[in-house]
């Protein structure tokens, strides 16, 4: 299957600092990718659509400036986690792949810790 | 959004089936029924997807209910690497994500 890559795989970070995550698409282009965020025990909860050459569409009660989200090319979508609090301490999960039914790929998740 | 029901937890003794049910009682016609897995500290993986007939692939199989309702995703021989939060995803139309419920957590006793 398509293969869906993120860097870094885990990050500390001190409270305050920025923290950049990179989502890749690396045999498929991916017009659409997704952001999610899952806290321990929960389930993945989707934070907002990355869309190609425009604006991301943001979830209910995610702050678009804190989460910054660019889609600069069809194969790579970055997450800005600005100004790092420890509540944003979390696993961030990015997704890509086709609609209408067809299979999402997911990356394996960048853990951020923030202290 | 169609919403799904799954158990919490199942066990499974290594080397033999598995069988995790998915209620899915509000599904729409252009509704896919997708299964994914997630590792613990990993992102999800897909494991299987299915519209009106049973699937198989090297994963698993998939049986959906005549009435599509229900379905099962049946692991013919489940290993300890199977343990994993499995979701039933309902998945189509114009949507674009995937909506994760609580999905159902498989432990495999060797």
């Known amino acids: 299957g398509a293969v869906v890559s993120q860097h870094p795989s885990r990050v500390i970070c001190k409270s305050g600092t920025s923290v950049k995550i990179e989502c890749r698409s690396l045999?498929?282009?991916?017009?659409?990718m997704f952001w999610y965020r899952q806290f321990p025990k929960q389930s993945l909860m989707l934070m907002a659509t990355s869309n190609e050459g425009s604006k991301a569409t943001y979830e209910q009660g995610v702050e678009k400036d804190k989460f910054l989200i660019n889609h600069a090319s069809l194969t790579l979508s970055t997450l800005t986690v600005t100004s790092a609090h420890p509540e944003d301490s979390s696993f961030y999960i990015c997704s890509a792949g086709g609609q209408g039914g067809e299979t999402q790929y997911f990356g394996p998740g960048t853990r951020l810790l923030v202290l | 959004d169609a919403k799904t029901t799954q158990p919490n937890s199942m066990e499974s003794n290594e080397e033999e089936p598995v069988h995790l049910p998915c209620n899915h009682s509000?599904?729409?016609?252009?509704?896919?029924i997708h299964w994914y897995r997630q590792l613990p500290s990993q992102g999800p993986e897909y494991v299987i997807h299915g519209l009106t007939s049973n699937v198989n692939n090297r994963m698993a199989s998939l049986a959906i209910a005549e009435d599509r309702k229900s379905s099962t995703l049946i692991l013919h021989r489940a290993t300890l690497r199977d343990a994993a939060v499995y979701y039933c995803?309902?998945?189509?139309?114009?949507?674009?994500?995937?909506?994760f419920g609580k999905g159902t957590k498989l432990s495999v006793k060797p």
């Open positions: 509000t599904i729409s016609g252009t509704d896919y």
């Open positions: 045999d498929f282009q991916a017009t659409t």
């Open positions: 995803i309902l998945y189509g139309g114009s949507q674009g994500n995937l909506i």
